[in-house]
């Protein structure tokens, strides 16, 4: 049962890093829809340096492809003010083409060497993704920058007026959410699952992207999302260590985290739920700023 | 007289692009990202033009690259109508792959349960169980989104997820596993698509389809609607236009059309008459997301599509001569296909704007 547990938890890790960094940006009113596609950037670069340079460096420079993904994010989208999900696909098509290109050669598993430490089969980035998500928390509900940031997303106006840079805000936003999301790609293709194989985040990136609109913008409620899904994601791959005798076959079940996304986003769209989600939606997102 | 400060720059907004505009502004983004792909193709020791040489002399000799260049290309238009369709009304139909899988299954089961029908009545009825299920996935994302509110890239992306485990159920070990390993039985031979001039049939068809819904869009009383929704949704309430009903419509047909793709997609090449491996299907079901590319390039405007899915698709088909002749690492095709769609997206930038010198 523990090792099930585990492994559920690596997920939640790896949809927590990544959809923490979408909340910061939609916070500061920018979508990324290319989520997922940052998240295979850097599951490739981590791999790959991973495999000249060991575990450390591959988180780095995960990181550092997706937060230069993320400056791309922001120059197409705050800067040239392209519609915001046109460049968030644009920035994914690319990615699927760059990763193939780039990471399909050293398709197979990481030599030994490289494994991950795991503290009673956990791996430590379970904990350093709880900080980031409480760091998040702490930056936005208290303190200055973060009450700048959630200015940004809200009224980018009214901010641009009280002295807030709307753009450089933004920038700022979109580059640390495309570090976070080239960091979890990094985990899953290093740590997780230990291994190259064609395109792996597998729509991974996308229920991430759902867990920012269930959470209603709050990181403490995203944790909550993401331990959820991680262990629905899990169970989908291996259901036996749960309870052998499942009857449904692995393609069904494999549809269980989709469908389930579906049903929650379903229920919190109804109208009651619609009021508080309108209440705590960032107003400005998806607008583009463009000073008249 | 050219100081650096003279050279200040200032954006313009511009309300309207005009069709000639945007031939310009693509082609210019294809040039740009032309000379882009150049240095990943010197970094791989090719010689860049010998390449572009290479690969449209392969994608357009009719003896070689172009039946499937027609192929291809046609089925990105299915693609890119499915979007235009539902982003008149400003939805984002991003589940074309799910319409296609959708389209896929409806089309097989009919082929599977009846091969010994008559070829005039299998083709049809294959088809039209394939709009048939892929309107009906189409139709449950605009219900999701017109009457339960549910965003619906997010809904779209999710049901092409579901699609793509559907039919992994039905091939790999399923009920329609063939003696290969994890592909679906081949079509029975009254199936496959009729080849007219180098292509099936199913290729007029889009080209047919475009024209009917440039019509639809810009004449039809329902494509203004559907139009007036898209531009102004308060003005669409005033007139008295039932939004979700409009949302559910418009994902109903790009679903319809997205879902001939399947037939057209598995019975009209040679080299398929079978839903092939799961990366393979999925691989083709990855292109679909081309339609919004092509449909926003294009200004929505469906027979302007023609022509530019075909340049797509002659890309697709030229680009693999890189590895196949020229023996350059595998993937660089790909490669170039996510280069020329970033920037296109990129490019978007001038289908708002112009930049100006200050004097």
Known sequence: ?292 | MTSLETLKLKLERVPVVSGGQAVRISLLSLVFSFIIFSIFLSIEGANPIDAYSNIFSFALDPNLGLPTTLHRGLFLLFSTLAFVVAYSARLWNVGMEGQFYLGTIGAFAVAYSLPELHPAILIPLMLLAGAIFGAGYGALAGFLRGKLNVNEVVGCLMLNNIAFWLVYLLTVGGPWAGIAESTSRPLPPNAHAPIISYTPFTSYLAIGIAIVLYIFLSKSVVGYKIRVLGNSPTAAQHIGINAPRTYILVMTIGGAIAGLSGYHMWAGDPAFLMIPRPEAYKAIGDLTYWGLIIGLVCLLNPVAAIPTSVFIGSIMMGSTVLVRRLRLPFGLDVLFLGLVSITFAAFQFFYMYKVRRMK
């Open chain 1, 1 to 292: 049962m523990w090792p099930f547990i585990a492994r559920s938890l690596e997920v939640a890790t790896i949809l927590l890093i990544a959809a923490v960094g979408e909340l910061l940006n939609q916070r500061s009113g920018v979508i990324n829809v290319g989520i997922e596609g940052l998240m295979l950037l850097g599951a490739a670069a981590g791999f790959i340096a991973a495999l000249f340079w060991g575990l450390i460096p591959a988180f780095i420079i995960g990181m550092l492809i997706g937060g230069l993904f993320g400056l791309v994010h922001a120059i197409l989208s705050t800067s040239l003010k392209v519609n915001q999900v046109v460049s968030g696909m644009g920035i994914w098509l690319f990615a699927m083409g760059f990763v193939t290109y780039w990471a399909d050669r050293y398709s197979g598993p990481l030599p030994r060497g490289v494994v991950s430490p795991r503290i009673y089969e956990l791996s430590p980035m379970f904990f350093i993704a709880l900080i980031i998500v409480v760091v998040i928390w702490f930056i936005l509900s208290k303190t200055h920058l973060g009450l700048k940031v959630k200015s940004v997303g809200e009224n980018p106006f009214a901010a641009e007026v009280s002295g807030v840079k709307v753009i450089r805000t933004r920038y700022l936003c979109t580059i640390i959410g495309g570090m976070l999301a080239g960091l979890a790609g990094a985990f899953l293709s290093t740590t997780y699952l230990g291994a190259w194989s064609h395109l792996p985040t597998k729509g991974l990136g996308w229920i991430a992207f759902a867990l920012v609109m269930f959470s209603l913008w709050r990181p403490l409620i995203l944790l909550g999302g993401a331990l959820t899904f991680g262990f629905i994601w899990q169970f989908a791959i291996s259901p036996e260590t749960i309870y052998a005798g499942i009857p449904a076959p692995l393609p069904l079940l494999r549809m269980l985290p989709f469908v389930a996304t579906i049903v929650v986003l379903t229920i919190i769209s109804r109208e009651k739920f619609r009021r508080k989600w309108a209440l705590s939606r960032p107003e400005a997102l998806g607008e583009p700023y463009i000073k008249e």
